[in-house]
């Protein structure tokens, strides 16, 4: 189906079962121990061996030598995997550095060895007694440094109107520069692999976001056929864009499993989530703003500066700063220096979340250099065009709407503009808001339904389910379309042999995913109206299809061998006619210790304009989790580079923090009642990252209100505020 007209009245619209807070399918199987997770497939690979991934200890430089026989004597082991022993590997498409280091090392941790052992005990041992002497090299590794230094970057400026010469007009003026640093997903499941050869053919049971780009990228790197490469990943816990792309579990599984001969899993260790996979790059922005005395925005500009490995992306913080705010002359540009630190890549809302950390400081620095509420300053600089191109409209746009109805839910008129100026007990109390803007992005996506002899209907896509529910939101669209209940309905997802759907990121997976299930299910309708002699416009509820004062049930039609259909969505050239985003409001009440400057989050609301929401209570799941990810963001999460020697030193939950229960307040979200025609037939859009982008900001905005600091390098702790606390 060609999505290329924007949607009109569909059985979508029914609401009947789309639109409604239905429980998580998933659930029951995921709280009673029994969904089956990747390292956990002994069902099916009963006599695994265990793998042990061994990780460069240098950044830069060649293995000059490895010295395994220690290793291969202790007790247990079965099989080494080096770069020696593996074979001619090539490298996925989408993966910047190689995953088994040999005989060049490119960053720390980088893959060197895989033990296979009968226990995971053994293999853990005996990788201790693996001797590998490096050469190590010179690196570079410090972002500041190769800013402040002149350093070769590459460079992307987008540019409208004349900036320079209209900040240099402007009455109002604002110029700073702000950091946000490197951070890891630091998801409750680490990468892991099952991995089993029968002859030619090979199956992995891995946790993968991306079904479709693992197979590609694994059969690619091995050198066979993408034929001979089935992956499932029916259960995923947690990627936040950390297993968007094939990782060293996967590719090493597959090779210890080849060369030992029979399956073996393998599960990153802690410390190699943050070295061997990817992160969010750290950022250095500056922002300048020109506005005149009555608050309308003249000339911005937005540049960042991020680092990665030869060959890879810069972060684009800069994107949301193209469309968010009015103002003829613009300037939005990304620096990449080339760092040897572990590859940087997409983390939940890559781009945006550390963007909108940046920007909407500068938005409320601004307005308090005008004399402005923060929430009129935004208000008067809204825009239902692109800036950059007035005649290209939004496909909706109520981000003023998300900025009034949050201010009068929060209690915002309350607020003192005054910072320091609300004192209870030992804390000093203050409240900040900050706009939320993310893309709407679609992919296409396919999906094959089933209809059998029983009227059961089965959905099948190698769609992933990473925590979002998209179990249960694709069910509830095919119930929706066929008119059957929802416990007549079976998902099935996460295998490669099924069709290829948008997959689970970038806040596509929702809307992609049960539009490739609307479009097969308008097929498969079809094919039933025309089996019972039925108009195509035929009705279908309560399992039946009803024309013209006939009835029949699905079951009947179906006969008794059933019948199947596929068919994919394809998104035409509505992304470029009109421009897709998803908006909101983020407002923070926080309490800072005037003694010891800790900060305590007291109040959290989040209002968003995300199209047509598919399930109001998975969606407020999200959206929740994204928050207390802001919440880290902006107070804790750092990665801490040893710039001597170039890697992460915090690579263990022990050490990098993330936020706790006791960390986070009664968070409130709030949807409003919104459809969009333009971005899908679902009329739908996504939320999961909209709800992270904007929170840091009004964390530390807050924090300013409370105490007058404006901390403008994330995150913002103590020690950053408590020589300029107020007197208490």
């Known amino acids: 189906m060609k999505f290329d007209t924007p949607a009109t009245t569909n059985p979508i619209d029914q609401l009947k079962v789309v639109g409604q807070p239905v429980d998580r399918i998933d659930g029951p199987f995921k709280t009673t121990g029994t969904a089956p997770y990747a390292y956990e497939r002994h069902d099916v690979a009963p006599d695994a061996a265990y793998g042990y991934v061994v990780g460069a200890t240098v950044a830069k430089g060649r293995i000059a030598s490895i010295d395994q026989s220690r290793a291969e004597a202790a007790p247990g082991v079965i099989a080494i995997v080096t770069a020696r022993n593996a074979g001619k590997l090539g490298k996925g498409e989408k993966n910047i550095a190689r995953l088994l280091a040999g005989p060049n090392v490119e960053h720390y941790h980088q893959a060197v060895a895989?033990?296979?052992?009968?226990?995971?005990?053994?293999?853990?041992?005996?990788?201790?007694?693996?001797?590998?002497?490096?050469?190590?090299?010179?690196?570079?590794?410090?972002?500041?440094?190769?800013?402040?230094?002149?350093?070769?970057?590459?460079?992307?400026?987008?540019?409208?109107g004349d900036f320079n010469s209209a900040f240099a007009r402007a009455e109002v003026q604002l110029d700073q520069t702000y950091s946000t640093p490197d951070q890891s997903h630091a998801m409750m499941e680490p990468h892991a692999t099952t991995a089993m050869w029968r002859g030619e053919r090979l199956t992995v049971w891995t946790s993968s976001q991306m079904v479709d780009w693992f197979a590609s990228d694994l059969a690619k790197t091995l050198g066979i056929p993408k034929d001979r490469v089935h992956l499932?990943?029916?259960?995923?816990?947690?990627?936040?864009?950390?297993?968007?792309?094939?990782?060293?579990?996967?590719l090493l599984a597959a090779l210890g499993a080849r060369i030992a001969q029979r399956p073996v899993k393998v599960t990153l260790q802690r410390p190699l989530i943050a070295n061997n996979t990817t992160h969010r790059p750290a950022t250095i922005q500056r922002v300048r703003l020109g506005a005149s005395k009555s608050g309308e925005i003249t000339a911005i500009a937005h540049e960042s500066w991020s680092g990665n490995l030869p060959g890879g992306e810069p972060e684009e913080a800069t994107q949301q700063t193209q469309f968010l705010y009015a103002g003829a002359h613009r300037l939005t540009g990304t620096r990449l220096a080339v760092l040897d630190l572990p590859e940087g890549n997409s983390m939940r809302a890559p781009g945006e979340a550390p963007g909108m950390m940046v920007l909407e400081i500068a938005i409320d620095e601004m307005a308090e250099r005008l004399g402005m509420d923060p929430?009129?300053?935004?208000?008067?600089?809204?825009?239902?065009?692109?800036?950059?191109?007035?005649?290209?409209?939004?496909?909706?746009?109520?981000?003023?709407?998300?900025?009034?109805?949050?201010?009068?839910?929060?209690?915002?008129?309350?607020?003192?503009?005054?910072?320091?100026?609300?004192?209870?007990?030992?804390?000093?109390?203050?409240?900040?808001?900050?706009?939320?803007?993310?893309?709407?992005?679609?992919?296409?996506?396919?999906?094959?339904?089933?209809?059998?002899?029983?009227?059961?209907?089965?959905?099948?896509?190698?769609?992933?389910d990473i925590g979002t529910g998209s179990y249960t939101i694709i069910a509830q669209t095919a119930a929706e379309m066929l008119g059957v209940p929802l416990d007549r309905v079976v998902v099935e997802l996460g295998d490669s042999s099924f069709p290829v759907s948008a997959g689970s990121g970038g806040q596509w997976g929702a809307n992609s995913s049960t539009s490739g299930v609307y479009a097969a299910c308008m097929k498969l309708r079809e094919a039933i109206a025309q089996r019972a002699g039925f108009p195509a416009d035929a009705e279908f509820a309560e399992g039946m299809v009803r024309a013209g004062g006939q009835s029949r049930t699905l079951a009947e039609i179906a006969g008794d061998k059933g019948f199947s259909v596929a068919d994919s969505i394809e998104f035409g050239d509505l992304d470029k006619r009109y421009q897709q985003s998803t908006f909101g409001?983020?407002?923070?009440?926080?309490?800072?210790?005037?003694?010891?400057?800790?900060?305590?989050?007291?109040?959290?609301?989040?209002?968003?304009?995300?199209?047509?929401?598919?399930?109001?209570?998975?969606?407020?799941?999200?959206?929740?989790?994204?928050?207390?990810?802001?919440?880290?963001?902006?107070?804790?999460?750092?990665?801490?580079?040893?710039?001597?020697?170039?890697?992460?030193?915090?690579?263990?939950?022990?050490?990098?923090?993330?936020?706790?229960?006791a960390d986070i307040p009664h968070m409130q979200v709030i949807f409003l009642d919104e459809t969009d025609p333009i971005s899908s037939p679902m009329k739908a859009k996504g939320v999961g990252e909209l709800g992270l982008c904007g929170v840091g900001a009004a964390v530390a905005n807050a924090i300013y209100n409370a105490t007058g600091v404006r901390v403008r390098d994330y995150p913002v702790t103590l020690d950053k505020l408590l020589e300029k606390m107020p007197k208490a």
């Open 375 to 464: 929430i009129e300053f935004r208000v008067r600089n809204d825009t239902q065009v692109d800036p950059s191109k007035p005649e290209r409209r939004f496909s909706q746009r109520r981000l003023v709407e998300c900025l009034r109805t949050g201010a009068k839910e929060f209690g915002w008129s309350e607020r003192s503009a005054k910072p320091a100026s609300r004192r209870e007990g030992d804390a000093w109390i203050g409240i900040g808001m900050a706009a939320a803007f993310r893309n709407n992005l679609v992919m296409k996506s396919g999906a094959r339904v089933l209809l059998d002899n029983r009227g059961i209907v089965t959905v099948q896509t190698d769609m992933t």
């Open 114 to 160: 895989l033990v296979v052992a009968e226990t995971f005990e053994q293999a853990r041992s005996a990788a201790k007694l693996l001797e590998v002497r490096y050469e190590s090299t010179a690196g570079k590794y410090d972002l500041e440094q190769a800013r402040s230094s002149g350093a070769k970057t590459i460079d992307k400026d987008k540019k409208v």
């Open 232 to 250: 499932i990943s029916p259960y995923i816990g947690g990627g936040f864009g950390g297993k968007l792309f094939l990782r060293t579990d996967v």
């Open 585 to 661: 409001a983020h407002f923070v009440e926080v309490a800072v210790d005037a003694y010891t400057a800790e900060v305590r989050v007291r109040r959290m609301l989040s209002v968003c304009a995300a199209g047509r929401i598919l399930n109001p209570k998975s969606a407020r799941s999200q959206v929740i989790g994204a928050m207390t990810m802001g919440v880290g963001g902006a107070l804790m999460e750092d990665l801490a580079v040893d710039k001597r020697k170039g890697f992460f030193v915090n690579h263990d939950l022990a050490a990098y923090e993330v936020p706790v229960h």
